[in-house]
């Protein structure tokens, strides 16, 4: 089984930061994805970032240039380090897991209990 443990959102001011964290533990073998989706009130659940273990990443364009994706393979701990945060940036923030067998096709997919982050003055 896995289990994905996240910390650090809260409330910050615009133009603030925040670093979120996710650390993954169970049974955790191979290539995998981790990283972070974003569900605001009234809307979809949408990616934010993500890295694979051989270190690709994606960044939703609303992010790119203002949030940062490291990550500790040895640790299974993926970040999200937010910067120049914006209202909008609000949103309940969910770490994700996705397993891959070695042609990188999905085996598992597993999801955090998600952490608030809100963006006000």
């Known amino acids: 089984q896995v289990q994905l443990v996240e910390s650090g959102g809260g409330l910050v001011q615009p133009g603030g930061s925040l670093r979120l964290v996710c650390a993954a533990s169970?049974?955790?073998?191979?290539?995998?994805?981790m990283g972070w989706y974003r569900q605001a009130p009234g809307k979809q659940r949408e990616l934010v970032a993500d890295?694979?273990?051989?270190?690709?990443?994606r960044y939703a364009a609303s992010v790119k240039g203002r949030f940062t994706i490291p990550r500790e393979n040895a640790r299974n701990t993926v970040y999200l380090l937010m910067n120049s945060l914006k209202p909008e940036d609000t949103a309940v923030y969910y770490c994700?897991?996705?397993?891959?067998?070695?042609?990188?096709?999905?085996?598992?997919?597993?999801w955090g209990q998600g952490t608030q982050v809100t963006v006000s003055s």
């Open positions: 994700n897991l996705e397993l891959r067998d070695t042609t990188g096709w999905p085996t598992g997919n597993y």
């Open positions: 890295i694979t273990s051989g270190g690709n990443i």
């Open positions: 169970g049974s955790i073998f191979g290539a995998n994805a």
